[in-house]
Nanobody, 123 residues
Framework: QVQLVESGGGLVQAGGSLRLSCAAS????????MGWFRQAPGKEREFVVA????????YYVDSVEGRFTISRDNAKNTVYLHMNSLKTEETAVYYC????????????????WGQGTQVTVAS
């Protein structure tokens, strides 16, 4: 049984930082591209960032480039999302997901999902 468990969400002031973690189990972690998505209230879920295991490539949505950093520890089956300079509009539920597809930006390409962790950025 595959499980992705996110943690690290919470309340932070605008301009602050958070680190999200996603611990994976029940899958061969190194075979999967790991991604982070987010869904704000009343909005569709959107791609944020992904990291491909095969070559370490990372892909960021433009709005977070330079502020967010994804990393993965294959020995711990864990992927992290370091978020700096957070903005109020980035308040959302953040989801970790695993994909074996090349289409890392499409949520339909992700086979497994975590339950999400709430990030609230206060002004």
């Amino acid at each position: 049984q595959v499980q992705l468990v996110e943690s690290g969400g919470g309340l932070v002031q605008a301009g602050g930082s958070l680190r999200l973690s996603c611990a994976a189990s029940g899958l061969t972690f190194t075979r999967y591209t790991m991604g982070w998505f987010r869904q704000a209230p009343g909005k569709e879920r959107e791609f944020v960032v992904a990291t491909r295991s095969s070559d370490g490539s990372t892909y960021y949505v433009d709005s977070v480039e330079g502020r967010f950093t994804i990393s993965r520890d294959n020995a711990k089956n864990t992927v992290y999302l370091h978020m700096n300079s957070l903005k109020t509009e980035e308040t959302a539920v953040y989801y970790c997901a695993a994909s074996d597809s090349i289409y890392y930006w499409r949520d339909a390409s992700y086979k497994y999902w975590g339950q999400g962790t709430q990030v609230t950025v206060a002004s």
